[in-house]
C-alpha cells in the first residue's frame, strides 16, 4: 500500500544490522533492582527496567531506562538514548537523563566475556557532574552494571550498581 506511512513492525523485518549483532543479547526488556550511594548522599535502592530495541537495518540500538521507588513504584531517574556499536569493536552511546543531564559515552565492548565498558567523553548541562563511567556485564544470563561519577567535589566513586532479568 503505498499510502501506508506507518514503520514497518521490527518483527516483520527482522533484519539485524551486521554491527548491532554482537551485542543482539541486550535486546529486549529487563527488570530488576539496584542499590545506589556516594560519599554526600544517603543510599538507596531502586526497581529499573531497561528496554534495548533496534530499528531493522539500522547501526543502531535504541534505549529506554526507568527506575522506580521500591516501596511505593513512584517514578525516580529515567533515561534514553542511542547505542552505537562499531566493526572494530568500539562503541558510543549517547544518553538523555531525565534531570537535564546529557552524555555522550566512547568505549569498548567484547564478545569474549561480554563485557562493555563506557567513559563519558562529554557531560553536558550538569550541575556539578564532572565525568560518569559505566560497565555492563553479562553474568549467567542476568545484565550486572555499575556506574561512577565524579563530580566537582567528589573523585570518580561508585553511584549506581544493579542486576536485571531478561522479561
Ligand atoms: C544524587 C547524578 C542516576 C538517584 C545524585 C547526585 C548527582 C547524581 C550529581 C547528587 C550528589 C551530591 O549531592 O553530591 C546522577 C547521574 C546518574 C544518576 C549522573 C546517571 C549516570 C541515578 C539513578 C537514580 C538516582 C538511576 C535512581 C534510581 C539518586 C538519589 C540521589 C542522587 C536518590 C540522592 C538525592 C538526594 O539525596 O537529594 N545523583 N545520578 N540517580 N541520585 Fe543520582
Keep these: 500500500d503505498k499510502n ?10 527482522a533484519v539485524c544490522h551486521p554491527a548491532v549483532a554482537p551485542l543482539s543479547y541486550l535486546l529486549g526488556k529487563w527488570r530488576g533492582e539496584g542499590e545506589g550511594g556516594y560519599p554526600t548522599i544517603n543510599s538507596f535502592s531502586y526497581g529499573e527496567e531497561l528496554h534495548f530495541y533496534h530499528p531493522p537495518n539500522k547501526p543502531v540500538i535504541g534505549y529506554t531506562q526507568k527506575t522506580w521507588k521500591l516501596s511505593s513504584g513512584e517514578p525516580m531517574h529515567s533515561e534514553s538514548g ?7 569493536g568500539t562503541i558510543e552511546v549517547v544518553i538523555a537523563q531525565s534531570n537535564g ?3 555522550v559515552q566512547k568505549g569498548t565492548f567484547s ?15 550538569a550541575s556539578k557532574v564532572t565525568g560518569i563511567r559505566r ?3 553479562l553474568v549467567e544470563g542476568d545484565l550486572c552494571y555499575e556506574v561512577d561519577m565524579a563530580t566537582n567535589t567528589v573523585t570518580l566513586q561508585p553511584h549506581l550498581k544493579a542486576k536485571l532479568k531478561k522479561l
Design 111 to 125: 564478545t569474549e566475556d561480554n563485557v562493555i565498558q563506557l567513559q563519558s567523553e562529554l557531560v553536558g548541562n
Design 101 to 103: 543531564l546529557v552524555e
Design 4 to 13: 501506508n506511512t506507518s514503520p514497518a513492525p521490527e518483527s516483520s523485518l
Design 135 to 137: 560497565c555492563f556485564r
Design 82 to 88: 542511542y547505542w552505537r556499536p562499531k566493526p572494530n
